[in-house]
């Protein structure tokens, strides 16, 4: 036995391996070998550290999901993305400790590691169609005629928005549920259609799985996943390409996440290719693999640590750095409290700096929350219209001429202040909140309600229930200019806590020379 050793370790790396040293290489077990004790404590070491942190980043993930940093992502397809990679991760370390039944590392191999690839893509299909439905937002409110015109016979953007919302939800649900489900099924139907892939893969009973892999044993079950990582790697270049043109406001954000992953999965698929091709032998009689190819088969487990450590490397980056971001960030906000520029006094002088507001708008498009800008300069829109009536007013009354103010042409106003979104600051504006809303300009509250706080709007914002209760409540009675300033309060509160802290730490000294 110990000669027959030396004689396929006194090969060189690459010299091709005799039939005797190949075969003694196809017997040799890893569980059952005392010469492997060392790389099984290992792989326990390394298996109980990954639990750990899965656990705890796992914990800290849900305990933060209502902070801006984890909803950004999307909570609950990020969660469960999460949930499916730690199974997985935590899956492929058994294998390396204790002998597992064939079922078991089918399901690790052929739906876990399906399903965390297929929630990736879905994640990262979600970046993109939400970055270019951000983008179609500001287009679509900025184009958007007010209510005023009845006779607009396309489809209204507060019908067509949220449709392509439920689209996007819905293409994503099929990517998750349709190729784990076609994986399962054909791995049912090879099961009970091939009886030599029965006789190898016993339910229940135990195998060391290195060495079923180096026998190629129940190969036939793992074929839907060749296919697959062919189709893989043809999304991967897809979607690296797609992720080239979206701009991200995090230097290690969403985009940088979905990139690296896409990457080390296109080479991890062709690596493990390469393995599986140059490490094994099913003609007898055809020459032998190098030695090289085998060390390598055995050191990443026939390829499976591969994927082992790709998954661990998906989990860290969707959950686990997104937590550490969110105490980075309230680290540096508590460091910064005492910079006048922090505060929210300073907040409403860039809000009311047309340039800054244009700035703050490109970092919401990244960001997935342009609402909120869209929500501020439309606002600003309604103010300066309901000013602008107290002038044409105040100047009928004077001239004793009331067609100054019914001849007034206030839609040609409106639509001057939409398509420039270039507003002076409100310091300039003064207004009793609790005046009625003229009639004049009633069909521009109107509009702003089904754009922005309607369930249905293109663009609405995310308000406390209680808010919407109100601004509906008053719409349908008695509206007063004021009726969106408690929402108005909601979303520049929202703006100040999520994406003002990263316009401060891109254009601090900008903004510093632009407001004095």
Same mark, same amino acid.
């Given at each position: 036995?110990f000669?027959?050793?030396?004689?396929?370790?006194n090969?060189k790396?690459?010299?091709?391996v005799?039939?005797?040293s190949?075969?003694?290489?196809?017997?040799e077990?890893? =569980?059952?070998?005392n010469?492997?004790?060392?790389?099984?404590? #290992?792989? +326990? !070491?390394?298996? /109980?550290?990954?639990? %750990?942190?899965?656990?705890?980043s796992?914990f800290?993930f849900?305990?933060?999901?209502?902070?801006?940093?984890?909803r950004?992502?999307?909570?609950?397809?990020?969660?469960a993305?999460?949930i499916?990679?730690?199974l997985?991760?935590?899956?492929?370390?058994?294998?390396?400790?204790v002998?597992t039944?064939?079922?078991?590392?089918?399901?690790?191999?052929?739906?876990?590691?399906?399903?965390?690839?297929c929630?990736?893509?879905s994640?990262s299909?979600?970046?993109?169609?939400?970055?270019?439905?951000?983008?179609?937002?500001?287009?679509?409110?900025?184009k958007k005629?007010s209510?005023?015109?009845?006779?607009i016979r396309?489809?209204e953007?507060?019908?067509?928005?949220?449709?392509?919302?439920?689209?996007?939800k819905? =293409?994503?649900?099929?990517?998750?549920?349709?190729?784990?489900? #076609?994986? +399962? !099924?054909?791995? /049912?139907v090879?099961y %009970?259609?091939n009886?030599h892939?029965r006789?190898?893969?016993?339910?229940?009973?135990?195998?060391?799985t290195?060495l079923v892999l180096?026998?190629n044993?129940?190969?036939e079950?793992f074929?839907?996943?060749k296919i697959?990582g062919?189709i893989?790697?043809i999304i991967?270049?897809?979607?690296?390409i797609?992720?080239?043109?979206?701009?991200?406001?995090?230097k290690?954000?969403?985009?940088?996440?979905?990139?690296?992953v896409?990457i080390?999965?296109?080479?991890?698929n062709?690596?493990n290719?390469?393995?599986?091709?140059k490490?094994?032998?099913k003609?007898p009689?055809?020459s032998?693999?190098?030695?090289?190819?085998?060390?390598i088969?055995?050191?990443t487990?026939g390829?499976r640590m591969?994927?082992?450590?790709i =998954?661990i490397y998906?989990f860290?980056?969707s959950i686990?750095?997104?937590?550490?971001?969110?105490?980075?960030?309230?680290?540096?906000k508590?460091?910064?409290f005492q910079?006048?520029m922090?505060?929210?006094?300073?907040?409403y002088?860039?809000?009311?700096t047309?340039?800054?507001?244009?700035?703050l708008?490109?970092?919401?498009?990244k960001?997935?929350c342009?609402e909120?800008?869209?929500?501020?300069?439309?606002?600003q829109?309604?103010?300066t219209?309901?000013?602008?009536?107290q002038i044409e007013?105040?100047?009928?009354?004077?001239q004793?001429?009331?067609r100054i103010?019914t001849?007034?042409?206030f839609e040609g106003y409106?639509?001057?202040?939409?398509?420039?979104?270039?507003?002076?600051?409100?310091?300039?504006y003064?207004?009793?909140?609790?005046t009625?809303?003229?009639?004049?300009?009633?069909p521009?509250y109107?509009?702003?309600?089904?754009?922005f706080i309607?369930?249905?709007?293109?663009?609405v914002?995310?308000l406390?229930?209680?808010?919407?209760r109100?601004?509906?409540r008053q719409?349908?009675?008695?509206?007063?200019?004021?009726?969106?300033?408690?929402?108005?309060n909601?979303v520049v509160?929202?703006?100040y806590?999520?994406i003002?802290?990263i316009?401060l730490?891109?254009?601090?000294?900008h903004?510093a020379h632009?407001?004095?």
């Amino acid at each position: 036995m110990f000669k027959e050793k030396r004689s396929l370790e006194n090969l060189k790396m690459f010299d091709e391996v005799d039939i005797e040293s190949f075969n003694k290489y196809l017997s040799e077990p890893f =569980i059952d070998n005392n010469e492997n004790k060392i790389e099984r404590r #290992i792989y +326990l !070491i390394i298996d /109980i550290i990954f639990n %750990i942190f899965a656990l705890v980043s796992l914990f800290f993930f849900i305990k933060l999901r209502k902070s801006y940093i984890i909803r950004q992502r999307g909570f609950g397809l990020t969660f469960a993305g999460g949930i499916v990679t730690y199974l997985s991760g935590f899956m492929s370390f058994i294998p390396q400790l204790v002998k597992t039944t064939c079922l078991t590392n089918v399901f690790q191999a052929n739906i876990l590691n399906t399903i965390a690839i297929c929630i990736f893509f879905s994640r990262s299909l979600r970046i993109i169609l939400y970055y270019h439905y951000n983008i179609f937002k500001v287009t679509s409110i900025k184009k958007k005629r007010s209510n005023v015109n009845y006779n607009i016979r396309t489809i209204e953007p507060n019908y067509y928005l949220p449709r392509i919302t439920k689209k996007i939800k819905n =293409i994503i649900s099929l990517i998750i549920i349709v190729p784990p489900t #076609i994986a +399962l !099924i054909a791995c /049912i139907v090879i099961y %009970i259609n091939n009886e030599h892939v029965r006789e190898n893969c016993i339910p229940f009973k135990l195998y060391d799985t290195l060495l079923v892999l180096k026998n190629n044993k129940g190969t036939e079950l793992f074929e839907i996943i060749k296919i697959y990582g062919i189709i893989y790697n043809i999304i991967c270049v897809i979607n690296t390409i797609a992720l080239f043109y979206i701009k991200d406001a995090n230097k290690y954000g969403a985009k940088f996440e979905c990139l690296s992953v896409t990457i080390l999965l296109f080479l991890a698929n062709i690596a493990n290719s390469f393995i599986q091709v140059k490490s094994s032998v099913k003609d007898p009689n055809s020459s032998k693999p190098l030695k090289i190819y085998l060390k390598i088969f055995e050191k990443t487990k026939g390829g499976r640590m591969i994927f082992a450590v790709i =998954i661990i490397y998906m989990f860290f980056m969707s959950i686990t750095v997104p937590v550490i971001q969110y105490y980075m960030a309230k680290k540096v906000k508590n460091e910064y409290f005492q910079d006048p520029m922090s505060s929210i006094q300073y907040f409403y002088k860039v809000l009311n700096t047309p340039s800054l507001v244009n700035e703050l708008r490109d970092i919401a498009i990244k960001e997935f929350c342009v609402e909120n800008v869209l929500f501020w300069e439309n606002y600003q829109i309604l103010q300066t219209m309901a000013y602008r009536y107290q002038i044409e007013l105040k100047k009928a009354q004077e001239q004793g001429d009331a067609r100054i103010l019914t001849q007034y042409d206030f839609e040609g106003y409106y639509q001057k202040q939409v398509q420039s979104f270039s507003v002076s600051s409100m310091d300039d504006y003064s207004y009793d909140p609790n005046t009625p809303v003229p009639k004049e300009i009633l069909p521009y509250y109107t509009s702003f309600y089904y754009m922005f706080i309607d369930f249905n709007g293109p663009a609405v914002v995310n308000l406390m229930g209680s808010t919407i209760r109100t601004i509906f409540r008053q719409l349908s009675t008695c509206p007063t200019i004021g009726i969106y300033d408690f929402a108005k309060n909601e979303v520049v509160e929202l703006m100040y806590s999520s994406i003002y802290p990263i316009l401060l730490r891109n254009n601090k000294k900008h903004m510093a020379h632009t407001l004095g």
